[in-house]
């Protein structure tokens, strides 16, 4: 990690957003949104800073900063971002234009976040061996829980975009048809096993026309950054219609996320070795290097009224498909990919049992309650529970956190 100066500004030691982070969101300020960083308790306007000649010569306009999504801005790459976050680091680490700085530093207290991107396709893939290991022995055979392509492809399907939602926005649980007993006919109402999913994503810029494909050794340069996901799932609604294309209504009603978009670069200090991978991987897949990174996450339920209790502790180090994989596979037929396209990972779950990623894990399909504070026990999610996700690295005394990200789940229409 380079040795950068502290920040002039007051950060505390266990903020997420240290002078190391310098992620990207939209930020509502007096009914205006704008595209913003964040340093400690202050979002950053990038407007004002270019108003004041302080991003000049790198490659921006003053409308890329006053628009109300981060994709304009993408448009200019990872060679444009980078430089970008370069400069937002050394304003606030040196102070010679500090006074100019200072008007641009807006009190969190005194904004609202706003979703960043403007998602154009949503793709969820399957990617955590622990997680698929757990599913397929708790639905299929133990002895053989995972399908034979599981270790050969990084599954994925092509999820539904437009209801993707921000931290902060409240949900209803699902409605949808449920086959409860196998020798009776199936049934309609709300969800009764509802579920969320521990997840990461990342966002990509625009990449390659249609046709070509992007490498592993490439796919970092595709990548804008990533944010913390909560695929929720409707576990009774998806076991009755996944037969024969997959998750259909039990996936699409919401999907939650942070509001920030930590940068790539921001998260390479981080950088660990994956899971050894076997069998050998298509040359397609092969990579070098240290391609999974050691993010700790922490999921938490709070009743409504009652305080939160953490129910996981996982890490997005156990991925067994790492991003760049991800990214090779899904374009190595020529599917193209743009400037805030979404990817999540797929349920992160860790080798131990506070590390699975899901309540259909913690509770093995609700057969062992996970108890909260106060005597409360939770099989799956109830109306009027909140779903808090919290992610961060931390090295050398060194953090780069996300957040979170917190959805309230409201009774069914």
């Not at 396209?341 to 609700?366: H, N, Q, R, V």
Request: proline share 6%; charged share 25%; net charge negative.
């Amino acid at each position: 990690m380079g040795e950068l100066k502290q920040s002039w500004v007051t950060v505390d030691s266990s903020s997420d957003f240290s002078i190391y982070n310098i992620p990207f969101g939209v930020v509502n300020h007096n009914n205006s949104k704008k595209v913003a960083s964040r340093i400690g308790d202050f979002a950053v306007d990038l407007s004002v800073l270019f108003s004041a000649g302080l991003l000049n010569n790198l490659g921006f306009i003053a409308s890329d900063f006053e628009a109300d999504k981060l994709n304009p801005m993408m448009k200019k790459g990872k060679s444009g971002t980078r430089k970008l976050r370069n400069k937002i680091q050394e304003l606030l680490s040196d102070e010679t234009n500090k006074a100019e700085v200072e008007k641009s530093l807006i009190s969190i207290s005194n904004i609202s976040m706003e979703m960043p991107i403007e998602i154009g396709d949503y793709t969820d893939f399957y990617s955590s061996i622990e997680h698929a290991t757990n599913v397929g022995t708790m639905f299929r055979d133990p002895d053989n829980a995972l399908l034979p392509n599981w270790k050969y492809i990084p599954v994925g399907y092509h999820g539904r975009s437009s209801s993707i939602i921000l931290s902060g926005q409240e949900i209803h649980r699902p409605k949808g048809q449920q086959k409860p007993k196998d020798d009776e006919p199936p049934v309609f109402g709300p969800c009764k096993l509802l579920d969320f999913e521990l997840e990461m994503g990342f966002v990509t810029y625009d990449g390659k026309p249609l046709g070509d494909s992007i490498s592993t050794a490439e796919a970092d340069d595709y990548i804008f950054g990533m944010v913390l996901f909560n695929d929720w799932s409707a576990r009774d609604i998806q076991k009755w219609e996944y037969v024969p294309l997959g998750p259909f209504l039990a996936k699409n009603f919401a999907s939650s996320m942070s509001a920030w978009i930590v940068t790539l670069d921001a998260l390479e200090p981080f950088r660990v070795a994956g899971p050894k991978q076997d069998p050998a991987v298509f040359p397609y897949l092969e990579y070098s290097g240290n391609k999974n990174i050691d993010i700790h996450l922490e999921v938490q339920i709070q009743p409504e009224g009652d305080e939160a209790s953490t129910v996981c502790n996982s890490n997005y180090k156990h991925m067994y498909w790492n991003q760049s994989q991800q990214l090779a596979h899904h374009t190595v037929n020529g599917c193209d990919i743009h400037a805030g396209d979404l990817y999540a990972s797929g349920t992160i779950s860790g080798p131990t049992k506070e590390s699975f990623g899901s309540m259909l894990e913690l509770s093995w399909k609700g057969s062992r309650p996970v108890p909260l504070k106060n005597g409360v026990e939770r099989k799956f999610i109830q109306d009027h529970d909140t779903v808090i996700m919290k992610g961060y690295c931390e090295k050398n005394g060194k953090r780069v956190g996300f957040g979170e990200v917190s959805t309230k789940v409201l009774p069914s229409k």
